[in-house]
């Protein structure tokens, strides 16, 4: 179990700020799912946490320490290319898991490999194929296996349903829901980055919205065991109909007013009236 401070976080590609000051703190054992127009952030954010993207150390905890690289705490499944090409479905989780656990044999690797490849619904017969030999949904199970199997606190997942069908992704976010609530007090903290307000409903403890970039959070809405949406009352329960709404228009007023400025800019540049937009000289930070 792990949590994730964000203290005033920010960051920026070369020149281009990104984010502006994220102020969150997740507790352990949340699953949080982050929303936002396209561009804001979301995969920055998610790339910090998990060490591809390097912060100011006292801006990101993790567990209470800096983040300084990629750690096997930390599982990340993206929305392609989860898998390696050149190695087999199966052989993706058991070199996650000798990495992980190097004193396990190659049989009990297997063994864990295949349990997790059941709990996953898929077929034990397409441990020993290519990637690009199943399709895109089995790859994306056997992301999240490998994930699940090397049992790190923390899941961070990019949009891992976003190239699928509706009822292969109403399938996976079934499976991600029931392996995460399995484990009770022990459950993983889970980033989840989405452009579904629907799945964030359905998936998340904690919905928490960015603005657009550079950006800041600009709506968190929590839910307890009890109020947290259900499958089965998503589009009938009054109370989650009303939040559905809520986070819709947050959104596309953050798209109204996207559209606004962009619109001012062109024109402000080509009536010659630049403001003179002050240079950013956040660079990305060096941690040695
Ligand atoms: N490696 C990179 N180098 C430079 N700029 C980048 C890099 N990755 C992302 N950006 C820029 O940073 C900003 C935020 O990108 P990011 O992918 O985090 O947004 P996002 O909210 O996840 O977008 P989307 O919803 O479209 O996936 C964008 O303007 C993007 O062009």
Not at 127 to 133: A, C, E, G, I, V
């Amino acid at each position: 179990m792990l949590d994730v401070s964000m203290n005033n976080l920010q960051f920026a590609y070369d020149k281009e700020l990104v984010l502006s000051g994220v102020d969150y703190h997740a507790k352990a054992g949340k699953f949080i799912c982050f929303l936002g127009l396209s561009g804001c952030g979301k995969s920055t954010l998610l790339r910090l946490i998990g060490g591809l993207e390097k912060s100011d150390p006292e801006q990101l905890l993790v567990g209470g320490k800096p983040v300084y690289g990629p750690s096997l705490d930390r599982a990340m499944v993206f929305q392609d290319y989860s898998l390696f090409p050149w190695m087999t479905a199966g052989e993706n989780i058991t070199i996650a898991l000798k990495q992980k656990y190097n004193r396990w044999s190659k049989h009990k690797r297997k063994e864990v490999a295949l349990e997790w490849i059941n709990n996953l619904g898929l077929d034990e017969d397409l441990f020993d194929k290519l990637p690009m030999n199943i399709s895109g949904g089995q790859r994306q199970r056997f992301a999240v296996a490998r994930a699940f199997a090397i049992d790190a606190p923390l899941l961070l997942m990019d949009e891992p349903f976003g190239s699928l069908d509706a009822v292969t992704t109403a399938l996976l976010q079934d499976t991600i829901l029931e392996l995460w609530q399995k484990e009770k007090e022990n459950r993983k903290t889970i980033f989840f980055v989405t452009h579904s307000v629907d799945e964030a409903l359905l998936l998340a403890t904690d919905i928490v919205v960015l603005g657009q970039a550079p950006s800041k959070i600009i709506y968190v809405q929590s839910f307890t065991e009890e109020t947290k949406p259900k499958r089965e009352t998503l589009y009938t329960d009054p109370a989650v109909l009303e939040l559905r709404n809520r986070l819709i228009k947050i959104i596309n007023d953050e798209i109204a007013e996207k559209a606004q400025r962009l619109k001012e800019e062109k024109s402000n540049a080509l009536s010659g009236k630049s403001k003179g937009k002050k240079p950013l000289f956040f660079l990305r930070k060096k941690v040695n």
